[in-house]
């Protein structure tokens, strides 16, 4: 059938996609005037920048609004168009309308592959601004939340072979593909999450994927206090009499690195050296604190292996 071999081509270029690393890249311009793209409603709030906010917006004839799902055509003619879900939508300065939307992945473009869903898919925390006029088409999408246990199993099997019987049905009359997304896929962790879903899809101007990755930003600048007896580095903060792991080379005789390369015999490897923070110490000759230049003064512990002969 054309609609099952429409399937098979798309599956087969998503499959050379995640050959290679994911990368957005830039959405394709279509050719659209001011008449074609219009708010729908009444403006709202004002993002921090003194955006105006819009929950709902006509684009070519199809209704976009805030929590809705839509298609995005990129430049690269090989690539499959993207899902953006919408978190917002805005009116900028220059009066183009723009929308603020979190990538989804299909299940072909994760670890998951081929035994994924082909109907399901994944938000992301990868985020991107686009113009309306760069929106293909509205995608429809249906947010789940599965509940857990196993009284829940029986009810949850039901509800899938319900699912799937209607989805069967769709494809047979030729109808349009459904999503359902019920996950967000987070490869920096290796793992798939529930959906946060009282923070999706607001409208206010504030995304949460960004703010977390703003507050992450943050955490990581190197940081010491003005009384020098704390400091933050990569996210984590310590203090003055801390305990800390320091690795080994740093004690070693000769003061070099040792080789600690899977090739090796693990008698060659030796753990961290467990150390008491005593004083962190800056370099006057800097204005601001930098790793390179702030010395930390530790004192050493020993294990039984250190000191056995």
């Known amino acids: 059938m054309e609609e099952d071999s429409e399937v098979e081509k798309e599956k087969t270029l998503l ?133 857990w246990g196993y009284q829940h199993r029986k009810t949850n099997a039901n509800n899938d072979k319900i699912d799937r019987a209607r989805a069967e049905e769709r494809r047979r009359r030729r109808l349009p593909l459904e999503y359902y997304c019920r996950s967000l ?42 009384s020098k007896t704390t400091f933050s580095l990569k996210g984590a903060e310590y203090s003055v009499k801390d305990f800390v792991y320091l690795r080994p080379h740093y004690f070693a005789a000769d003061g070099k690195a040792m080789d600690t390369s899977k090739s090796r015999k693990n008698a060659r490897l030796k753990p961290f050296v467990v150390c008491h923070l005593l004083e962190i110490e800056l370099s006057k000759s800097y204005k601001l604190a930098d790793p390179e230049s702030t010395k930390v003064k530790v004192r050493r512990f020993f294990r039984p292996d250190d000191i056995s002969p």
């Open 15 to 147: 499959l050379e996609k995640i050959k290679k690393p994911y990368s957005v890249v830039k959405p394709t311009k279509f050719c659209s005037s001011n008449k074609e793209i219009t708010w729908d409603g009444l403006p709202g709030d004002k993002t921090c920048a003194g955006e105006t906010l819009y929950k709902r917006a006509i684009v070519r004839g199809d209704a976009v609004a805030v929590g809705s799902s839509v298609l995005v055509e990129m430049d690269d003619s090989d690539d499959v168009s993207l899902i953006y879900f919408v978190e917002y939508m805005f009116e900028n300065s220059d009066g183009r309308k723009m929308v603020h939307g979190r990538l989804m992945l299909r299940g072909l473009q994760t670890v998951l592959g081929t035994s994924a869903n082909e109907r399901e898919v994944f938000l992301t925390n990868d985020c991107l601004v686009f113009d309306l006029g760069d929106v293909k088409q509205t995608v429809v999408m249906d947010i789940r939340l599965t509940p």
């Open 185 to 226: 896929y987070w490869p920096e962790r290796g793992a798939f999450f529930c959906l946060s879903t009282n923070t999706m899809g607001l409208g206010s101007g504030v995304c949460q994927s960004c703010k977390m990755k703003e507050t992450q930003k943050e955490k990581e600048i190197f940081k010491v206090n003005k």
